[in-house]
Structure formats: C-alpha cells, structure tokens
T-cell receptor
C-alpha cells in the first residue's frame, strides 16, 4: 500500500535553533516529493518539490533532501523563527494521473 | 491562497441538512480538487475535476457530490450531512502546463464545517 510516514509527530524547539523533520514513503512508482507548510487556519503552501533526479533543494532557510533509493526525505530548518511554527506536510506523487499521497504532518512549535 | 477563495469559511449545520461549499479560482487552472483534513489523517481526496463538467471520485467520495459548470467554480455538496463529515475542507487547483515534469497544486484557505 502506498503510504507516507512522517516523524516526529510534533516538535518543540527554541527560536534560533535548527531542526530536521523526516519523511519515509512506500509509493511506487515515484514521480516527485513535495514539502508543504501549513499555518494554523490556513491552506498548505508549497516549500519545495523534488523529482527523482534531485537530492537536495533549498527555499531560504528550508532545505529538503531526497534519497530515492531508501525512499526517505528530510526537511531541515535553519535558524528557526517564531513564524516557522506550523504543520509541515510531506506529499508524494506517484505515476502520472494518480492522486497525491499526503503524510499526516509534523507540528513544529518554535518558542522564544 | 492567492487566486483561490472558498465560501463559506465556517459553517455549522445539523445532521440531515444539505450543504454546498464553493471554491472559486482566478488562475484559469484546468484541474480542481476537494480534500478533507481530519486529525490523525493526511489530506484525503474527495472528488476532482479535470475540466468543465468532467469530474471523478477520489478516495473518500461517499456522501459527497460535485459539479463544475465553469472553469472557475467547483462546488462540493453534502446531500444529507452527517456528523462524520465534520471536517476542514480544502479546495486545490493545478494547471495543465507542466513545469520541470510536474504540476504544482495550490490550496485555498479552507472551510471549517461542523455537523451537529
């Protein structure tokens, strides 16, 4: 069964610290992997999209990595800010024409 | 959220009543989607549309119907709402012009529906 698992479920860090969120997937065939940020009460917003041939992609303080061999991805947040408090959702796209598969998300809380 | 609006943003209704949620886009995107988001679950696809009057079922379509009479509008209807349909509903759009081999989905702000 195609699944996307994220860890940890939740995380609390101090402002200014770095953190890494994990995503493992069993989707096959694989097309691309996306990370979304969802603020409370808002819709998800795309951070990065990586295809099979890409193993890292950055968007400001956010850096995503992808290991297609082990079917793992991570999202690294550098020098966290209070505004980084949100849910981060890993999403995998399989073959063309099939639905996106969403992880349950990791809830990040950044405290001062 | 830019270019996608959902209405209403919040709604409380009673079991057995019909409910229609509206998604409006100004991006002229071909594809539109309805998802629901519940605690302990990832976003789950309800229905999607690949053009005017062209729709298909998603993973959790039971109890829901959709209509798309114009490119910009995609309606989700609960014919007879049940408490299990209490959820946050998100609309998403996607163009048919692939960039780098994939299409990006853009999400609306969501509608919080409570069925009592």
């Amino acid at each position: 069964k195609n699944q996307v698992e994220q860890s940890p479920q939740s995380l609390i860090i101090l402002e200014g610290k770095n953190c890494t969120l994990q995503c493992n997937y069993t989707v096959s065939p694989f097309s691309n992997l996306r990370w979304y940020k969802q603020d409370t009460g808002r819709g998800p917003v795309s951070l990065t999209i990586m295809t099979f041939s890409e193993n890292t992609k950055s968007n400001g303080r956010y850096t995503a990595t992808l290991d297609a061999d082990t079917k793992q991805s991570s999202l690294h947040i550098t020098a966290s800010q209070l505004s980084d408090s949100a849910s981060y959702i890993c999403v995998v796209s399989g073959q063309a024409g099939t639905a996106l598969i969403f992880g349950k998300g990791t809830t990040l809380s950044v405290s001062s | 959220d830019a270019g996608i609006t959902q209405s209403p943003r919040h709604k409380v209704t009673e079991t057995g009543t019909p409910v229609t949620l509206r998604c409006h886009q100004t991006e002229n995107h071909r594809y539109m989607y309805w998802y629901r988001q519940d605690p302990g679950h990832g976003l789950r696809l309800i229905h999607y549309s690949y053009g005017v009057k062209d729709t298909d079922k998603g993973e959790v379509s039971d109890g829901y119907s959709v209509s798309r009479s114009k490119t910009e509008d995609f309606l989700l209807t609960l014919e007879s709402a049940t408490s299990s349909q209490t959820s946050v509903y998100f609309c998403a759009t996607e163009s048919d012009k692939k960039a780098l081999g994939y299409n990006e989905q853009f999400f609306g702000p969501g509608t919080r529906l409570t069925v009592l």
